[in-house]
């Protein structure tokens, strides 16, 4: 085996690269050794015996299949939590979810004409003080209401 490490350094500084990324074309080595100068190394090059290698990355396969999993709840056990319950999911949040559902059914059941606008704005305000924990708690009280109209 010949010592082109002279070369590989030269070749490097040519195109921009480390020398880990220099490549030599096993069939050229000899030429490759015979090079001695930048000009030469610069033909090598223009000839395709020498090349600079794709950078390597990290691959995110192992992330990609540690997310699929978690998507389906694995991977999400007390063993891995860290922080309360209220830092993973907000109150907030959970609270814009739960009224946005309720706000939009309400106005649905307006619209159709299941309820009028005045019992709409009632539950509407309901609504926004607490009263109802999910769109069925709603849905179940409006029954009820319904029930005692009739």
Same mark, same amino acid.
């Given at each position: 085996?010949?010592?082109?490490?002279?070369?590989?350094?030269?070749?490097?500084?040519?195109?921009?690269?480390?020398?880990?990324?220099?490549?030599?074309?096993?069939?050229?080595?000899?030429?490759?050794?015979?090079?001695?100068? %930048?000009?030469? $190394?610069?033909? /090598?090059? +223009?000839?395709?015996? !020498?090349?600079?290698?794709?950078? &390597?990355?990290?691959? *995110?396969?192992?992330?990609?299949?540690?997310?699929?999993?978690?998507?389906?709840?694995?991977?999400?056990?007390?063993?891995?939590?860290?922080?309360?319950?209220?830092?993973?999911?907000?109150?907030?949040?959970?609270?814009?979810?739960?009224?946005?559902?309720? %706000?939009?059914? $309400?106005?649905? /059941?307006? +619209?159709?004409?299941? !309820?009028?606008?005045?019992?709409? &704005?009632?539950?509407? *305000?309901?609504?926004?003080?607490?009263?109802?924990?999910?769109?069925?708690?709603?849905?179940?009280?409006?029954?009820?209401?319904?029930?005692?109209?009739?």
């Amino acid at each position: 085996m010949t010592d082109l490490s002279t070369q590989r350094r030269l070749s490097a500084s040519i195109l921009k690269c480390g020398v880990h990324r220099v490549w030599f074309d096993p069939d050229r080595t000899t030429d490759i050794q015979n090079a001695i100068s %930048r000009e030469d $190394l610069r033909g /090598l090059i +223009d000839e395709d015996a !020498i090349r600079a290698l794709q950078p &390597r990355g990290n691959s *995110r396969g192992r992330a990609r299949e540690k997310m699929a999993k978690r998507s389906y709840g694995h991977r999400k056990g007390p063993g891995r939590r860290r922080g309360a319950a209220g830092a993973r999911s907000p109150r907030k949040r959970e609270w814009i979810k739960k009224i946005r559902a309720i %706000r939009k059914t $309400l106005a649905e /059941l307006r +619209d159709t004409g299941e !309820i009028n606008p005045h019992l709409y &704005r009632t539950l509407y *305000r309901q609504a926004a003080g607490g009263q109802f924990r999910s769109v069925a708690h709603l849905k179940a009280h409006l029954a009820l209401i319904v029930g005692r109209m009739k």
